[in-house]
């Protein structure tokens, strides 16, 4: 894609010098406004709330297996509801792909050396730390009980628990967001390399800068939101709660205003690293770029205007409900325009199976059915009867789950070469994502049943002729729960013992991919000039090395 | 379309009866809601394998044979690409408008709808009866016959779900929602509060008993004497004092409610008000937020002095003054 050439090839990694051995100690790391090292800073932050954030699911789950509820008293199985949501929503999702693969990315993917504002971007960093200090410190001081919703008058007016830390950690948690995102959208305007048009860009990045226009517009609502929440917890200004001249429902447009968008924040990039593995790995151009770069805008702009399906049985008007509904089902069209694309890519392609790829296409299949089963929400008539169910909960971690964390993995064993120098075993990369596939359908579809059973969700208890298909999720969970500690271990162990990897072991387009691994702190001895259109893979051969 | 979507679901859901795919159907609305959700679930389960078995099929045929083989370029085919922009679209469409016109169907209680009232409360649902019956984490209905909950929360927002009716609706405080269903088996189903409301949210369920209407009069006659709930909102009428202002003639410094129920009414700040069940309680609640044109704004109010229970037998009442009238008028 580029006419550097560097002979990378002759120098071991040990002794040259790149972003990861250029600067020794703690203090290198703290106040590095290296892109790629803040991009690592973030990987651990997101992947100890990760691992937070599971261990509160895994004990939810282990919870349900008795109907009258194994393990804790429903106080506890509340907070843990809520703790699990709002750690892997704002301190796992939000921040996942863009805040490591795409810190780590765009300016490599652009020909660039670094972010538009490095000193920016290493301030966001702190910013999500203290943010999730202020979390933690409620998980801590006792735990939060009113769903990651924060839905009032209760969370306002009636909980008894940390409710403000909380909401504390996720105000501030958003700024991070709105400097991430204004940082790409100016480094993706103003600082690709000569040649690189708009439409030669890679598809990640489009997605990327469709996510940061929701990360810029959205987040602003939530702070707002939470903002007036505390008001009225603390000061007792009557907004939100009724008891003193508020109205519950306002709470819920503002907060799904901001929250529906930010589900496409979570799958946006996720859908990014897909078309990257899916050309690689079939070699092929994708097919309708343009479609493919224009859906994911497309996806960000109806995104803003489909709040209300999340409020079909609250009483708001039948013809509001009507407009949800229509603006619902629009935004699942681009979505399978994508599906469809990626799927045409590999037609006459040359496919190998390498763990990337399995994570891709696991990510193909969950994702079609945790996009499919939208339609049954964005359907009046049977929204009434789901909402609130478990349908739900198994419908939006298809999503979130099966296609963010799945694209997220994906991506992770993508790049992981190019970010640590090393490569990973890729027998067990291949096992663990059979693992995580299987553990995840075998945890999420028995809910599907449940929900149309009519089992609500968020029971610390349930009646007991909902047992079956709760003990088959809580098995399915264990399962998911190995599949992720598997990579943990041998991406870790990779790290220190994983053979030395070459600039290009996939074979692979890209200007990052011309680069050594690790890249230079500067990522390009002299910044590229692009001639080609992204995914060329027919005009010139990659060779993996 | 909807009609050969009608007939496939029909089909389909006479293969699928197994008791464990769907709650009981208990409700006029629960066949034409499931109907929907089978060719959802057709429609889903024919697209992931579409696409997987594709995959699949690319997978083994296209693998890759040797490490520098270079595949043919992706040619651009758009008349393809339309084609799958355009078919989703038809099929959204499609069950957009087949959704849409059930859940509009679904919407609107019949006008001769028996009424029920329900509060919820963390974290027990309390039913009264016009009649008088009351009952906590029961509902008592007749099998056959429309009705109507009219629905409030004195504390957080709660959900009221009866899954073998396919019906919910958010139960807000400050506010009044409703539902209606017709059940159409007598049997025992579950009560669910599907919207979380705090610690025990998982216990504030209970059961609806669908009855013969004969069996449905006989429990409403056997039930504990007591008077119905327009009857004891004309106790607390006289009690609150409210009858001093609101006389039956006119001639007290409050409008007469004889008749007022149902009418559109003149406010102050130039609106126009329909005197609902919502705008009478928030006349009782906030009554500065309602006053009439022609009236001074002295009514106090009385938020905290009465209960969301309280008020409902108040509007039993003024609706009971509304039927005098056009009874008296038909005489």
Same mark, same amino acid.
């Given at each position: ?78 907070? $843990? ?16 792909? *863009?805040?490591?693969? &795409? ?18 971007? @290493? ?44 909401? =504390? &950690? ?8 709105? !400097? ?39 987040? *602003? ?39 529906? %968008? ?14 990257? @593995? ?48 229509? $603006? ?80 997220? @993995? ?35 579809? *028995? ?5 149309? !059973? ?8 349930? /009646? ?47 200007? #990052? ?33 | ?29 629960? #066949?034409?809601?499931?109907? !929907? ?33 270079? %595949? /043919? ?6 008349? !393809? ?33 028996? +009424? ?21 984490? +029961? ?39 409703? $539902? ?6 007598? &049997? ?34 056997? &039930?504990? *004497? ?7 909102? +004309? ?51 906030? /009554? ?20 969301? +229970? ?10 009971? =003054? ?10």
């Amino acid at each position: 894609m580029s006419t550097v050439t560097l002979d990378v090839h002759e120098v071991p990694t040990g002794s040259r010098v790149n972003y990861l051995n250029a600067q020794y100690g703690v203090k290198s790391w703290l106040l590095t406004t290296d892109h790629k090292r803040i991009a690592l800073l973030y990987l651990f932050s997101i992947t100890l709330m990760f691992f937070v954030g599971g261990t509160f699911a895994v004990l939810m789950r282990l919870h349900l297996i008795e109907p009258q509820g194994a393990l804790v008293q429903p106080e506890t199985y509340n907070k $843990l509801f809520t703790m699990h949501g709002v750690i892997m929503v704002f301190f796992f999702l939000v921040p996942s792909i *863009p805040a490591t693969l &795409g810190n780590f990315l765009v300016p490599m993917m652009i020909g660039a050396r670094d972010l538009a504002f490095p000193r920016l971007n @290493l301030l966001s960093w702190y910013i999500y730390i203290i943010g999730a200090i202020f979390t933690l410190y409620a998980v801590i001081s006792g735990g939060v009980d009113t769903g990651w919703t924060f839905y009032t008058p209760y969370s306002s007016s009636f909980s008894h628990t940390s409710v403000i830390p909380t909401a =504390l &950690g996720v105000f501030i948690t958003g700024f991070s967001s709105i !400097l991430t995102g204004l940082n790409f959208v100016v480094t993706i305007h103003k600082m690709r390399a000569p040649g690189l048009t708009w439409f030669r860009l890679p598809l990640f990045i489009w997605a990327i800068y469709a996510t940061s226009i929701i990360f810029i517009l959205g987040t *602003p609502v939530i702070a707002i939101t939470l903002f007036l929440l505390g008001l009225e917890r603390l000061l007792h200004i009557g907004i939100f709660d009724p008891a003193i001249g508020g109205d519950p429902i306002l709470f819920q447009h503002l907060f799904w205003f901001y929250s529906h %968008p930010a589900v496409y924040i979570m799958i946006l990039p996720g859908m990014g690293v897909m078309s990257e @593995l899916i050309t690689c790995f079939s070699r092929k151009r994708i097919f309708g770029y343009s479609f493919v770069a224009f859906s994911s805008l497309s996806i960000a702009v109806i995104s803003f205007l489909v709040w209300g399906h999340h409020m079909f049985v609250t009483g708001q008007s039948i013809y509001a409900g009507l407009t949800f509904s229509v $603006l619902s089902f629009m935004v699942a069209i681009p979505s399978a325009v994508k599906v469809f694309n990626w799927t045409a890519t590999l037609y006459k392609g040359s496919i190998s199976y390498d763990a990337p790829m399995l994570y891709a296409l696991g990510f193909i299949g969950l994702f079609t059915m945790g996009g499919l089963t939208g339609l049954f929400l964005a359907s009046l008539a049977t929204d009434v009867h789901l909402n609130g169910t478990y349908f739900i909960v198994a419908h939006f971690h298809y999503i979130m789950v099966g296609g963010a964390v799945m694209a997220y @993995l994906g991506g992770i064993h993508f790049w992981w070469p190019k970010i640590t120098g090393r490569l990973y075993p890729d027998g067990w990369a291949r096992f663990a994502a059979l693992v995580i596939f299987v553990g995840f359908n075998l945890t999420f579809f *028995p809910q599907f049943m449940l929900g149309y !059973l009519g089992m609500p969700r968020r029971y610390a208890v349930y /009646p007991s002729e909902f047992q079956v298909l709760n003990v088959m999720s809580s098995a399915g969970a264990s399962i998911l729960g190995i599949g992720y500690l598997i990579p943990l271990i041998y991406l870790t162990w990779s790290m220190r013992y994983g053979p030395t990897a070459g600039p290009n072991p996939w074979g692979a387009k890209g200007l #990052e991919w011309t680069t050594p691994s690790p890249p230079p702190t500067e990522n390009f001895e002299e910044i590229p000039v692009v001639t080609e259109d992204a995914y060329d893979y027919a005009h010139s051969t990659v060779t993996r090395g | 379309m909807i009609g050969l979507a009608k007939f496939g679901s029909t089909f389909l859901s006479s293969v699928i009866q197994a008791p464990q795919l769907r709650p009981e159907a208990a409700s006029s609305i629960a #066949e034409g809601v499931d109907h !929907l959700y089978f060719v959802l679930t057709f429609i889903t389960l024919f697209f992931t394998i579409a696409i997987f078995s594709t995959i699949f099929f690319f997978m083994v045929k296209y693998r890759r044979r040797a490490e520098n083989e270079v %595949p /043919p370029d992706t040619e651009e085919n758009l008349p !393809l690409e339309l084609a799958w922009t355009i078919i989703p679209t038809l099929i959204c469409a499609g069950l957009f408008l087949w959704a849409s016109s059930l859940y509009f169907e679904n919407s609107r209680p019949p006008s001769a709808s028996t +009424e029920i009232f329900v509060i919820g409360k963390q974290w027990m649902w309390h039913i009264q009866h016009p009649e008088g019956v009351r009952e906590i984490n +029961e509902l008592h209905v007749p099998e056959g016959v429309p009705v109507k909950l009219t629905m409030t929360s004195e504390d957080v927002i709660h959900d009221f779900y009866i899954p073998a009716f396919r019906v919910k609706k958010d139960v807000i405080p400050g506010r009044y929602s409703s $539902l209606w269903f017709q059940a159409t088996k007598v &049997g025992t189903y579950h009560l669910f509060c599907a919207q979380y409301c705090g610690a025990d949210h998982a216990e504030m369920l209970g059961w609806v008993y669908v009855m013969s209407p004969a069996d449905y009069e006989t429990w409403l006659a056997s &039930g504990t *004497p007591s008077e119905t709930m327009e009857k004891t909102g +004309e106790k607390i009428f006289n009690k609150l004092g409210c009858s001093s202002c609101h006389q039956p003639d006119g001639t007290g410094r409050g409008p007469s409610l004889v008749g007022d129920y149902g009418k559109e009414e003149d406010l102050k700040s130039g609106e126009k008000r329909l005197v609902d069940e919502a705008f009478i309680r928030q006349a009782i609640i906030n /009554p500065n937020s309602v006053v009439l044109k022609n009236y001074p704004p002295i009514m106090p109010t009385f938020r905290g002095q009465i209960t969301e +229970e309280q008020v409902l037998q108040l509007i039993a009442y003024v609706k009971s =003054l509304a039927s005098e009238e056009r009874n008296s008028n038909g005489k």
